[in-house]
């Protein structure tokens, strides 16, 4: 590997780690990003469904099924971009209905298990309580919830920089091995020549 990219990989993983941090330290930013990001995505997504329907009606039935998908994700994607603050808001409302609906899911499956003979069924039941309890708990303290959601987000990031960090040292160990290697086998190579 050239210089350049691990260099590029160095200051990439140093860079994603002071963006993680950032995002602990300022979690309304992340999740304003967040939201932009979501709406960037979405837009894209509609834009890409609506050229794929029109290449494709011909050939695929249920084209105005497709369209109308398509309009309503670039619609959706052009409101997140335009109104932030609902996307930002919402966020951490879809995170606390998630884990609410999971332990929900969880408390429910905990009695398929009991059917089965499985000894710690009731272990799964109390933890689809406790998963369920902070799902509620998250719908009404939305801001800590924002704040969490933001913190994962930048744990995430952060380790996705060490991560960089670390892929650049075992590159570097790698091509330690590599020239070793080669240089043994070129010594190799030479005895048979000197006698």
């Not at 994700?73 to 930002?88: D, T």
């Not at 995170?95 to 499985?118: H, M, Q, R, T």
Request: overall charge positive.
């Amino acid at each position: 590997m050239d210089k350049s990219t691990k260099i590029w990989l160095v200051i990439s993983g140093i860079l994603l780690v002071a963006l993680g941090i950032l995002c602990i330290a300022k979690p309304a930013a992340t999740l304003f990003a967040t939201a932009w990001l979501i709406g960037c995505f979405t837009l894209f997504s509609g834009i890409s469904k609506l050229v794929f329907t029109f290449r494709t009606e011909r050939f695929l039935p249920n084209s105005g099924t497709r369209m109308l998908s398509s309009l309503l994700q670039i619609l959706i994607g052009i409101l997140f971009l335009c109104n932030n603050i609902f996307v930002a808001i919402s966020i951490p409302i879809v995170f606390a209905l998630w884990v609410l609906v999971e332990g929900v899911i969880i408390f429910i499956e905990s009695f398929d298990f009991k059917k089965v003979g499985f000894g710690y069924w009731w272990l799964l039941m109390i933890l689809g309580i406790l998963v369920a309890a902070l799902g509620v708990l998250g719908l009404y303290n939305v801001e800590v919830t924002g704040n969490i959601v933001a913190i994962l987000i930048g744990v995430g990031i952060i380790v996705m920089g060490v991560a960089y960090l670390l892929a650049y040292s075992g590159i570097h160990k790698f091509e330690k091995e590599v020239v070793k290697f080669n240089n043994s086998v070129k010594d190799m190579m030479q005895q048979p020549e000197q006698e």
